[in-house]
């Protein structure tokens, strides 16, 4: 069994800063793409970044590039999200997900995605 534990959301003012965690257990996660999406109330859940399973490759969507920055640790089988100049349109529930196959490319779209966390809530204010 695979389980993704989301932490490090909570509340924060416009213009802050909050940096999530991913922990996964069950799986090495060293071999998958990774990535974070986020879902608002009464919208879809949509994409914000994702990362190669080795790193090097990173991607982000337009709303939040130059904002947020991914990165994984694959000794800690840890992934993260760092989030700065937080805006009150980022408020949702992030979410971490595994990509299936392995060493494949990341992507955007959900549906390419296995496993999920359960989330963690993200509320900026302004």
């Known amino acids: 069994q695979v389980d993704l534990v989301e932490t490090g959301g909570g509340l924060v003012l416009a213009g802050g800063s909050l940096r999530l965690s991913c922990a996964a257990s069950?799986?090495?996660?060293?071999?998958?793409?990774m990535g974070w999406f986020r879902q608002a109330p009464g919208k879809e859940r949509e994409f914000v970044a994702a990362?190669?399973?080795?790193?090097?490759?990173?991607l982000y969507a337009d709303s939040v590039k130059g904002r947020f920055i991914i990165s994984r640790d694959n000794a800690e089988n840890t992934l993260s999200l760092q989030m700065h100049s937080l805006e009150p349109e980022d408020t949702a529930v992030y979410y971490c997900?595994?990509?299936?196959?392995?060493?494949?490319?990341?992507?955007?779209?959900?549906?390419?995605?296995?496993?999920w966390g359960q989330g963690t809530q993200v509320t900026v204010s302004s």
């Open positions: 997900a595994i990509k299936r196959g392995t060493f494949a490319s990341p992507t955007t779209g959900a549906n390419d995605y296995e496993y």
């Open positions: 069950g799986r090495t996660i060293s071999r998958y793409p």
């Open positions: 990362i190669s399973w080795g790193g090097g490759t990173t």
